[in-house]
């Protein structure tokens, strides 16, 4: 019902940058809240960002000023523009979406993950 395809990861040096993307297809009515979590080895997975339908966002404390999110609607895709990383910040990051299906059930859905290396 519900297609989430994550892009955009891979390895970069420290202080470099990065942008992920994250477009939602599927038997959507309405998409609401979205997201990014990340998971480090050894670590639970954590909320780095998200975003109201709105354009309301919220970040991690451990990446604001560095991380921006960002959606575009009209493709039903959200970004994570990532500057100044870090080697902590490596991880594997998630999408997340919250959705309204046409058959108005509101759920959430994950997306595969991308693999984000910072290292020299």
């Known amino acids: 019902q519900v297609q989430l395809v994550e892009s955009g990861g891979g390895l970069v040096q420290p202080g470099g940058s990065l942008r992920l993307s994250c477009a939602a297809s599927?038997?959507?009515?309405?998409?609401?809240?979205m997201g990014w979590y990340r998971q480090a080895p050894g670590k639970e997975r954590e909320l780095v960002a998200s975003?109201?339908?709105?354009?309301?966002?919220n970040y991690a404390d451990s990446v604001k000023g560095r991380f921006t999110i960002s959606r575009d609607n009209a493709k039903n895709t959200v970004y994570l523009q990532m500057i100044t990383l870090k080697p902590e910040d490596t991880a594997v990051y998630y999408c997340?979406?919250?959705?309204?299906?046409?058959?108005?059930?509101?759920?959430?859905?994950w997306g595969q993950g991308t693999q984000v290396t910072v290292s020299s």
């Open positions: 997340h979406t919250e959705v309204t299906l046409v058959s108005r059930a509101t759920v959430g859905h």
């Open positions: 599927g038997s959507i009515l309405a998409i609401h809240t």
């Open positions: 975003i109201s339908s709105g354009g309301s966002a």
